[in-house]
């Protein structure tokens, strides 16, 4: 991975997100990170990518809203300027929300609110970066576990997550030509305060989960922030249109 790269990470201030960046710039891999409401955090974040390395640079979006890419898509020019660049080289498609329905508790208006952000917001603002995105430039997409195996109260979020798998593998057939790599990483449960803190802050989910999983324990943020990292990177070039399941061995 050159120094100097530019990527943009979309719910860059938390969670995966943020581990993401943070491993980026110790790679010497400058970023533009995303941020929905909480501008405090990502400024925090945007500190610690200096300290790592590399300089970031923060800017609101809410990938639920496809009305707002080219206003965001503006700013990004203006940002990118600010780095002394026209275009960046890598995109993470991480933004998302969670969803605890089931069958009989999900509304259309749920079910809507996932696919504009998870799906829809996914396909249109690559679409919508494209022409900002250097050829031979890589993306990845955030998938989840529960797009291989099921588990209650996931109804929504599950089958939207592996339709996000199919779209990368369209995404990566029609980028080729510009040699763009696209793939899919796909994290089982994560401590962060997603969900609700779920995983991170209840005994008795944190404990199943590390019961179903071979490793022993819950993912962390830094299990899978250098996974996206390293996909990014020369290392992972020939490595396209592909699923990596990072759940310590989840359900296997």
């Known amino acids: 991975m050159s120094k100097g790269k530019i990527a943009i990470v979309t719910g860059g201030s938390r969670g995966i997100g943020r581990s993401t960046v943070l491993c980026l710039a110790r790679r010497g891999v400058r970023s533009i990170l995303t941020f929905n409401t909480n501008q405090a955090e990502a400024d925090k974040v ?6 790592a390395g590399a300089p970031a640079l923060a800017l609101q979006l809410d990938v639920g809203d496809v009305a707002a890419f080219d206003g965001f898509a503006g700013r990004l020019q203006a940002a990118l300027a600010q780095m002394g660049a026209e275009r960046f080289d890598y995109l993470v498609n991480n ?46 997409n ?34 080729g030509p510009r040699r763009i790599a696209v793939n899919v990483v796909a ?20 404990r199943m989960i590390a019961e179903n999983t071979a490793l022993g324990r819950a993912g962390e943020p830094e299990d899978v922030g250098p996974v ?15 699923r990596i399941e990072v759940a310590g061995g989840m359900q296997i």
Do not use: C
């Not at 945007?46 to 300290?51: I, K, R, S, T």
């Not at 259309?108 to 430039?137: C, W």
């Not at 576990?145 to 057939?173: D, Q, W």
């Not at 996909?231 to 992972?236: A, N, V, W």
């Open 142 to 175: 955030i998938s989840s576990g529960l797009a291989r195996f099921a588990s209650r109260n996931r109804i929504g979020y599950g089958p939207i997550k592996a339709a996000v798998e199919s779209l990368t593998r369209y995404m990566a057939l029609e980028l």
């Open 187 to 206: 994290p089982g449960p994560i401590a962060t305060d997603f969900s609700g803190g779920m995983v991170r802050d209840n005994p008795q989910v944190n």
């Open 46 to 51: 945007v500190a610690l990518a200096a300290e």
């Open 95 to 140: 933004a998302g929300t969670s969803s605890a329905a089931s069958l009989e508790s999900i509304t259309p208006a749920e079910m809507d609110g996932l696919y504009s952000v998870h799906f829809k917001g996914v396909l249109f603002l690559t679409q919508r970066l494209l022409p900002l995105i250097n050829d031979g430039g890589r993306i990845v």
């Open 228 to 242: 996206i990292a390293g996909l990014l990177s020369d290392d992972f070039g020939w490595v396209n249109a592909q």
